[in-house]
């Protein structure tokens, strides 16, 4: 779900409280920030763009879980 187009309103994203960075097909790097708790889901955003996502809590729970 896009929750809101825009500057960080909120979200938690500034800063995130955490950065999950990929590497994508290619060789090239992506980082997906990751931010507050929200109503259904917790706020994130890739890198540079302006749209926040409401992504699952068990998502954000699988990556902190396996974090170095």
Avoid at 14 to 28: I, N, S
Avoid at 44 to 53: D, F, L, Q
Wanted: aromatic share 4%; net charge negative; no cysteine.
């Amino acid at each position: 779900d896009v929750a809101r187009y825009g500057a960080d309103t909120g979200h938690g994203l500034a800063p995130p409280r955490l950065e999950v960075t990929v590497r994508l097909e290619g060789g090239k790097d992506a980082k997906l920030l990751v931010g507050a708790t929200g109503e259904g889901g917790v706020y994130a955003r890739m890198a540079g763009r302006e749209i926040t996502y409401l992504i699952a809590h068990h998502a954000v729970e699988a990556i902190e879980k396996s974090a170095p």
